[in-house]
C-alpha cells in the first residue's frame, strides 16, 4: 500500500484505510484488470492506422498518453506492491 493514503490523514483515519485497503482485495484486483483493459485498449487506439486520417492526430496521441499515464498512476494507487 502506498504511503499516499495515509499521508495527512490523524492516526485513527490512518489505520481505517489501511484496514480497509488490506478488506478490498477482490475489489482492488477487479478494478487492477478493469483498469489495465482500458490501457490496453487506449494503446491500440492509438496505434491503429485510421488515426492518420484526423488532422488532430497528434492532440489525439497527445490525449492517448495522459489517459494511459493516469491509469498508470490509480493503478499504482491500488496495487498491492
Not at 489505520?15 to 482492488?28: A, G, P, Y
Amino acid at each position: 500500500m502506498k504511503t499516499a493514503w495515509t499521508t495527512g490523514v490523524g492516526k485513527e483515519l490512518a489505520v481505517d484505510i489501511t484496514q480497509n485497503f488490506k478488506e478490498s482485495l477482490v475489489m482492488r484486483r477487479r478494478l487492477l484488470e478493469l483498469l489495465e483493459k482500458k490501457a490496453a485498449t487506449s494503446v491500440r487506439m492509438s496505434h491503429s492506422k485510421d488515426a492518420y486520417d484526423n488532422p488532430n492526430w497528434a492532440y489525439l496521441q497527445a490525449d492517448h498518453r495522459g489517459y494511459e499515464r493516469a491509469m498508470s498512476e490509480i493503478i499504482s494507487l491500488i496495487s498491492d506492491e
